[in-house]
């Protein structure tokens, strides 16, 4: 009988874990590549649906080239055998599996088949398993309603499971028509809709360039790209920033764009309020100072149908934390290899740390090369990544200077009236959160969730729990999640028993 290949689960098929899955399967690895997605990309390569026979989809996209290789070669190798493709699997858990149960079950099924079981153990190549592990049972929920369960056993882990985007509130913010940033690239990617006729862009990031000119370019009228930053940020940075020469003539790109678009550009301004009835009308902007005040008699409305706004990302570690991964801050910890602390799990991508498609490539390679070597039992030669290593110090330093750039404005809580609500899911107002911090002493997020139920509804305190920090005052700390995602409690009741996809 054949020795069974050491089986990866890769959640996440966007750059980082295309790029990793490419990696380890290259390199003999049996990967599953998990994705919630109907389509391989992630949300930088997410493309319209094949039903939309659209023309040029290149056009709303930076790097195509770079897609169309990874797809090519996902596509080798799913024709190959070697990599797994299971879209619209959204993952909720992953489990780690006792190695003593893991054995004891490999024997007995090595028993069934008339061979000796510890002959059956050596062959198949759990004796390199990363020590204190037995593998990894992944539950997901299949199609798009959610409601059907699946898991796939796999022998080690990587985490590719992205960001999401942080979004700061203000007055009218919940109003029809003011959508995220991402939201409105992800509605013109993947459906080649436009969320308005008048839009303005607002907020903080890198992220507001490409989402204002693929508007511009779809025809819509950008009346502004309001960006909070500071200017003169990028010339304290200069070294940090010249060090990416591709990416500064990135921003030229976008920059030209805008010009030619005759998109306005308000450096250091913010929206303040978004005003309408049934939906959005106007938005007020105004001009702040060094401090982050408002600066008197700068505001001005602007008529628009729609504001997609967004105040930069924040990783995804729900998974991680459920591993036990350590988390510092709001990013999964991993080492030189991208090892997380957990043995047999990696992570790559944003969940390790927002710093954009070509650094999750790099890691995600990194990433692949660590997991074959390791799953044959063997150190990885350094040399193999040497090239994505030096990617991923330029990167991570240019991601650097761009966080400093990109700062929320320190004095953003002031302009959130005690009527604006904070917590959509439950309906709590910024009033009810400082309420429980001046009035009933609370004095972290927790606590104040105890309190007013901010952060308890469908999303679980992903949306609004950066804006409960920074009105209660407290640091943003991750918060620990039973599961990934909500689950119907009929899949819950059958959990562990045999679903594999």
């Given at each position: 009988?054949?020795?069974?290949?050491?089986?990866?689960?890769?959640i996440?098929?966007?750059?980082?874990?295309?790029?990793?899955?490419?990696?380890?399967?290259?390199?003999?690895?049996?990967?599953?590549?998990?994705?919630?997605?109907?389509?391989?990309?992630g949300?930088?390569?997410?493309?319209?649906?094949?039903?939309?026979?659209?023309?040029?989809?290149?056009?709303?996209?930076?790097?195509?080239?770079?897609w169309?290789?990874?797809?090519?070669?996902?596509?080798?190798?799913?024709?190959?055998?070697?990599?797994?493709?299971?879209?619209?699997?959204?993952?909720w858990?992953?489990?780690?599996?006792?190695?003593?149960?893991?054995?004891?079950?490999?024997?007995?099924?090595?028993?069934?088949?008339?061979?000796e079981?510890?002959?059956?153990?050596?062959?198949s190549?759990?004796?390199?398993?990363?020590?204190?592990?037995?593998?990894?049972?992944?539950?997901?929920l299949?199609?798009?309603?959610?409601?059907?369960?699946?898991?796939?056993?796999?022998?080690?882990?990587?985490?590719?499971?992205?960001?999401?985007?942080?979004?700061?509130?203000?007055?009218?913010?919940?109003?029809?028509?003011?959508?995220?940033?991402?939201?409105?690239?992800a509605?013109?990617?993947?459906?080649?809709?436009?969320?308005?006729?008048?839009?303005?862009?607002?907020?903080?990031?890198?992220?507001?360039?490409p989402?204002?000119?693929?508007?511009?370019?779809?025809?819509?009228?950008?009346?502004?790209?309001v960006?909070s930053?500071?200017?003169?940020?990028?010339?304290?940075?200069a070294?940090?920033?010249?060090?990416?020469?591709?990416?500064?003539?990135?921003?030229a790109?976008?920059?030209?764009?805008?010009?030619?678009?005759?998109?306005?550009?308000?450096?250091?301004?913010?929206?303040?309020?978004?005003?309408?009835?049934?939906?959005?009308?106007?938005?007020?902007?105004?001009?702040?100072?060094?401090?982050?005040?408002?600066?008197?008699?700068?505001?001005?409305?602007?008529p628009?149908?729609?504001?997609?706004?967004?105040?930069?990302?924040?990783?995804?570690?729900?998974?991680?934390?459920?591993?036990?991964?350590?988390?510092?801050?709001?990013?999964?910890?991993?080492?030189?290899?991208?090892?997380?602390?957990?043995?047999?799990?990696w992570?790559?991508?944003?969940?390790?740390?927002?710093?954009?498609?070509?650094?999750?490539?790099?890691?995600?390679?990194?990433?692949?090369?660590?997991?074959?070597?390791?799953?044959?039992?063997?150190?990885?030669?350094?040399?193999?990544?040497?090239?994505?290593?030096?990617?991923?110090?330029?990167?991570?330093?240019?991601?650097?200077?761009?966080?400093?750039?990109?700062?929320?404005p320190?004095r953003?809580?002031?302009?959130?009236?005690?009527?604006?609500?904070?917590?959509?899911?439950?309906?709590?107002?910024?009033?009810?959160?400082?309420?429980?911090?001046?009035?009933?002493?609370?004095?972290?997020?927790?606590?104040?969730?105890l309190?007013?139920?901010?952060?308890?509804?469908?999303?679980?305190?992903?949306?609004?729990?950066?804006?409960?920090?920074?009105?209660?005052g407290?640091?943003?700390?991750?918060?620990?999640?039973?599961?990934?995602?909500p689950?119907?409690?009929?899949?819950?009741?059958?959990?562990?028993?045999?679903?594999?996809d």
């Open positions: 009988m054949a020795a069974e290949r050491a089986h990866l689960a890769v996440g098929a966007g750059p980082a874990g295309l790029a990793a899955a490419l990696a380890a399967a290259g390199r003999g690895v049996r990967v599953t590549l998990i994705d919630s997605a109907a389509r391989a990309g949300q930088f390569y997410r493309q319209p649906a094949a039903g939309l026979r659209a023309r040029r989809p290149r056009a709303l996209h930076h790097g195509w080239r770079t169309e290789r990874l797809s090519r070669a996902l596509a080798v190798q799913v024709e190959a055998g070697t990599i797994t493709h299971l879209a619209d699997h959204h993952v858990l992953v489990d780690r599996v006792d190695r003593v149960d893991r054995l004891a079950r490999m024997d007995r099924v090595a028993r069934m088949e008339g061979m079981g510890t002959e059956r153990v050596d062959r190549g759990t004796a390199h398993l990363p020590a204190g592990t037995g593998g990894f049972v992944v539950h997901a299949r199609g798009p309603l959610q409601e059907d369960p699946g898991t796939v056993r796999a022998d080690a882990v990587l985490l590719a499971t992205g960001g999401y985007e942080k979004l700061l509130p203000f007055p009218g913010w919940t109003l029809p028509g003011v959508v995220t940033a991402g939201g409105a690239q509605m013109l990617k993947g459906t080649l809709v436009v969320p308005g006729r008048t839009a303005v862009v607002a907020g903080t990031g890198p992220l507001l360039l989402v204002a000119t693929g508007l511009a370019a779809a025809g819509v009228e950008v009346a502004a790209l960006e930053a500071d200017p003169r940020a990028f010339l304290r940075r070294g940090a920033l010249a060090a990416q020469p591709g990416k500064v003539a990135e921003g790109g976008y920059a030209a764009r805008l010009l030619r678009h005759r998109v306005p550009l308000r450096t250091r301004h913010a929206v303040v309020e978004a005003h309408g009835e049934a939906r959005l009308g106007a938005v007020t902007v105004a001009a702040l100072d060094a401090d982050g005040h408002v600066r008197p008699g700068t505001e001005r409305r602007i628009c149908d729609t504001l997609a706004v967004g105040h930069g990302m924040l990783p995804h570690t729900d998974l991680a934390d459920g591993l036990g991964c350590r988390v510092e801050g709001v990013r999964v910890h991993v080492d030189e290899e991208q090892r997380t602390d957990v043995p047999g799990v992570a790559a991508g944003e969940t390790t740390g927002v710093g954009g498609a070509a650094l999750s490539l790099a890691e995600g390679r990194i990433a692949g090369h660590s997991i074959a070597a390791r799953l044959r039992g063997a150190e990885p030669d350094p040399r193999d990544r040497s090239a994505a290593t030096r990617s991923r110090t330029r990167l991570r330093a240019f991601s650097a200077a761009l966080d400093a750039v990109y700062a929320p320190a953003w809580t002031e302009r959130v009236t005690d009527d604006t609500v904070v917590c959509r899911c439950e309906e709590v107002t910024a009033g009810a959160v400082r309420a429980a911090v001046d009035e009933l002493g609370a004095g972290d997020v927790r606590t104040v969730k309190l007013t139920r901010a952060g308890m509804g469908w999303c679980q305190g992903r949306m609004c729990e950066p804006a409960v920090a920074g009105l209660t407290c640091e943003q700390t991750p918060v620990r999640r039973l599961l990934a995602r689950v119907p409690l009929g899949v819950l009741a059958v959990a562990g028993e045999p679903t594999d």
